[in-house]
């Protein structure tokens, strides 16, 4: 190849990875495998070593360039950019849009752009003769940090501009760098399987990424971009009517070869915007990355002067905020809780914080292996989340915010209950007390034997629990049934009283009648949940005969794996079980299962693995549950190639779009109806 030959082949491999890019990050429609465009790139960088004085900045390959720096040089912002104003509910957005119209002294003529609010790191970008020149953090408004050969990394970000009008121009685009779900979660598996403390959440996770020093290991992290804003230097341009609004600018912003969100709309009232918040508000947690609301601006740019700004916003835009699932607050103590199996579980006693309308004090810490890998100090700013669960968990820490002195934790060696030394077995992630005496442990297995989903007795939860052992009436679950001859004893204590002992008395009476199955799990024996407490006494009939039982037959029963039979083998064969297990007989409690009703034939369900979605309205979704497994039928919770029937009540959502995806039969009620004479 002659020189001028291989500086043609030089600028086709570039445009052709520019387009590829392009597709892959604007107009997410990829058009070839990794595989490929890995080849094209070496292709490239082979040609270019051959030729370095070929190489020019702008060249794909270029977009990692050469040593670390040892701090990232001040990048002072042409506008300062502005921080936006927050609202919550609907009346916040209607006092946005009265002040607008007060100010303008009519609505605005081109309707609001709704946007989402990226949750992740603001980035101003400056580009100069169609070419990228710097880009820089928010930092105070005024002065950012100038991270251009990190944000040179980002593929989504173009370093030339692909062929548009003003393109030649000097301007600024701003926009969100972050990072999608699934990149975040990747980044955060290689961490730990490097042994460094994962990133609490996608935001922190790109801020962190953004502010680190080597560029080299930027351009491996995932991070994206989507562009929000662009403005001119050039006053005679930035007043073009061809731009004259925002959601011109973006389409201008797209051709220049951005991302920018698919997901704006452009709508002329209030209602307009409350439906967008409101959309989004319930569907946020589809897309593939984390928003924190919707941001709403007034369309038109001559519009946005005439209403101005406040101090550090402008009064032009606000963002609509969802209530945060998430809070930060300061770690004060770590204190041990000790369950009814002796595991010891971490809780982190926080400063109180507002979240989603409670005011959370404590949160779970899971396991010593948990506060390690998080690493997280007593004294550290930590994030709180409260999912689907009742108990807040800490999800991580703000390392930003970590007192000087704060030391890594140490777990305690003793038990906070029984001083027992506390013990770790092998491969295990928890702390456990062994010493089966430990107040807690009394205390926690007689709450568990008498809790709602157990033996359901009136009157005796967590406190009279407490109570009780404290007063020595209560050592064991047995000694529940011989309260009723301590009638006195419990008239005496505190807060007791005659009515109040009498409803104790005719709870415990009535726990005598609950099911076997219930009563089996109420014991509390590892690894035995309500379903497989059920399993067990469906298989052997009653508790005399599962604990006359070999582990092997044990470990036979379907559904039951070797660690449950193992579990429920040991517990029969200890002397204090074979003692506890007497007295409750003696008390009247039911060892002997219910007769199993027969199968009932059926063709069509036998053997047949059922999802239910959406609402049912003849039926309960537990009837139809049990209609399908009395006949031999399985229920599933989520849509697999392997299921034979979906059946799909009222506003079914995922699941019956999965079902339609792979083919699965999809039955409605009246359908299945007919299959149950
Ligand atoms: S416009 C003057 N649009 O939200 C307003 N901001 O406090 C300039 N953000 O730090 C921002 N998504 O990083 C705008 N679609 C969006 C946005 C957005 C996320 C962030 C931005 C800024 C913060 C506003």
């Not at 003696?586 to 609402?615: C, D, H, N, R, Y």
């Not at 039928?633 to 009222?650: D, F, M």
Request: proline share 6%.
């Amino acid at each position: 190849m002659t020189k001028a030959q291989t500086e043609q082949k030089i600028a086709a491999l570039r445009e052709t990875i520019r387009e590829h890019d392009y597709r892959y990050f604007v107009l997410a429609a990829p058009a070839i495998s990794d595989r490929e465009y890995d080849r094209l790139m070496q292709q490239l960088r082979d040609l270019e070593s051959e030729f370095p004085e070929l190489v020019t900045p702008e060249s794909p390959t270029q977009r990692v360039g050469g040593e670390p720096t040892k701090a990232f040089p001040p990048a002072v912002h042409h506008v300062p950019m502005l921080s936006l104003s927050n609202t919550y509910n609907a009346e916040e957005v209607e006092d946005f849009a009265r002040r607008v119209r007060d100010m303008l002294g009519h609505d605005p003529n081109d309707g609001f752009t709704c946007e989402l609010k990226f949750d992740g790191v603001a980035m101003s970008l400056l580009y100069q003769h169609g070419k990228l020149v710097r880009g820089a953090t928010r930092g105070d408004g005024t002065t950012g940090d100038n991270v251009t050969a990190n944000v040179r990394t980002i593929r989504a970000i173009p370093l030339t501009l692909r062929e548009a009008k003003f393109s030649r121009e000097s301007f600024e685009v701003r926009g969100e760098v972050f990072m999608e779900l699934a990149g975040f979660q990747k980044l955060n598996a290689q961490r730990e399987e490097d042994g460094e403390p994962p990133f609490a959440n996608p935001r922190n996770s790109t801020a962190g990424t953004l502010k680190t020093l080597d560029a080299r290991e930027v351009a491996k992290r995932p991070l994206r971009f989507c562009a929000y804003q662009l403005r001119f230097d050039d006053a005679a341009i930035e007043h073009a009517p061809e731009i004259d609004r925002h959601s011109k600018r973006l389409e201008l912003l797209e051709a220049f070869g951005f991302p920018i969100s698919k997901d704006t709309r452009v709508v002329s009232d209030i209602p307009g915007i409350m439906q967008f918040a409101m959309h989004w508000q319930e569907h946020h947690e589809e897309l593939p990355f984390q928003i924190d609301g919707a941001v709403i601006k007034v369309n038109s740019l001559r519009e946005q002067e005439g209403v101005g700004f406040i101090s550090k916003s402008p009064r032009w835009a606000i963002a609509y905020k969802f209530e945060s699932q998430q809070a930060k607050t300061r770690l004060n103590a770590i204190t041990l809780q000790v369950g009814r199996m002796g595991t010891v579980t971490p809780v982190a006693e926080l400063e109180p914080v507002g979240l989603t309308g409670i005011t959370i004090r404590r949160a779970t810490l899971h396991n010593a292996d948990e506060i390690e890998r998080k690493d997280i100090r007593i004294g550290d700013m930590v994030l709180v989340e409260r999912g689907g669960e009742v108990i807040p968990k800490v999800v991580g820490i703000d390392p930003s915010e970590r007192p000087k002195n704060a030391k890594p934790y140490s777990f305690p060696t003793d038990c906070p209950e029984c001083n027992t030394p506390l013990v770790r077995p092998p491969g295990e992630v928890n702390w456990y007390c062994e010493n089966p005496e430990c107040p807690a442990q009394v205390t926690g297995r007689i709450v568990h034997f008498a809790s709602r989903t157990a033996m359901d007795i009136a009157g005796l939860g967590s406190q009279s629990v407490e109570q009780l052992v404290a007063g020595n009436l209560l050592h064991n679950v047995a000694d529940i049934y011989d309260l009723k001859d301590r009638r006195l004893e419990l008239i005496a204590l505190e807060r007791m009283g005659d009515k109040k002992v009498d409803n104790l008395l005719e709870g415990i009476e009535q726990s005598k009648s609950r099911p076997t199955a219930r009563f089996l799990f109420a014991i509390g024996i590892r690894h035995v949940g309500v379903s497989v407490a059920k399993l067990l006494i469906d298989e052997f009939g009653s508790v005399d005969a599962l604990s006359e039982a070999s582990e092997e037959a044990i470990d036979d029963v379907p559904g039951i794996g070797p660690e449950i039979a193992s579990s429920v083998f040991a517990f029969f064969q200890k002397p204090q079980s074979k003692q506890l297990l007497e007295r409750l007989r003696a008390a009247g409690l039911p060892f002997v299962g219910e007769k199993k009703a027969k199968p009932i034939q059926s063709e069509f369900f036998s053997g047949k693995t059922f999802v239910l979605t959406g609402t049912l309205t003849a039926l309960t979704r537990d009837e139809a549950k049990e209609k399908i497994e009395s006949r031999g039928g399985k229920v599933s919770g989520s849509v697999s190639k392997k299921t034979h029937y979906v059946l799909a009540g009222v506003e079914a959502g995922s699941k019956l779009q999965k079902a339609e995806e792979l083919g699965v039969r999809v039955l409605s009620e009246e359908e299945f109806l007919k299959e149950i004479p």
